[in-house]
């Protein structure tokens, strides 16, 4: 049976391992599930990120990030998906909790987070949204 969604999958992953506590997290990597992890370590909700090559196929090594035995990510949530794309300008990019949250866009010149979209001045796919 072929996945349907993997972003979909690989944020539920990160989602249920941070529940339950989990040191890191093992899982197949694409191009696209790698930049999005990219740009989560780059704005300090995972602690590290590593594409390891298997005898047969990539994987993905996500190492988890805590604060006072809590996981840093609370929440994560998809928004667009493969059966309804959501697109936005620059200038309609949402806030994620007042701020204090993380859009992740996929735009013409990679994936960014939503504040990098707005500085350049780049619409795109809105991807999930992290706080």
Do not use: F
Not at 21 to 48: N, T
Not at 104 to 118: D, Q, Y
């Amino acid at each position: 049976m072929s996945m349907q969604d993997p972003v979909s999958d690989m944020l539920t992953r990160i989602k249920n391992a941070a529940n339950a506590g989990l040191v890191e997290l093992v899982l197949p990597s694409s191009r696209l599930k790698y930049e999005i992890a990219k740009v989560m370590k780059k704005e300090g909700y995972i602690q590290d990120v590593i594409e390891e090559k298997d005898e047969v196929r990539k994987k993905l090594i996500i190492k988890l990030k805590y604060h006072n035995g809590k996981p840093v990510i609370e929440g994560i949530k998809r928004v667009s998906s493969p059966s309804c794309r959501i697109y936005c300008k620059a200038s309609d990019i949402p806030n994620v909790r007042s701020g204090l949250g993380t859009i992740i866009i996929s735009t013409s010149k990679g994936i960014m987070t939503g504040a990098m979209a707005r500085k350049k001045n780049i619409g795109g796919e809105l991807l999930c949204q992290i706080w």
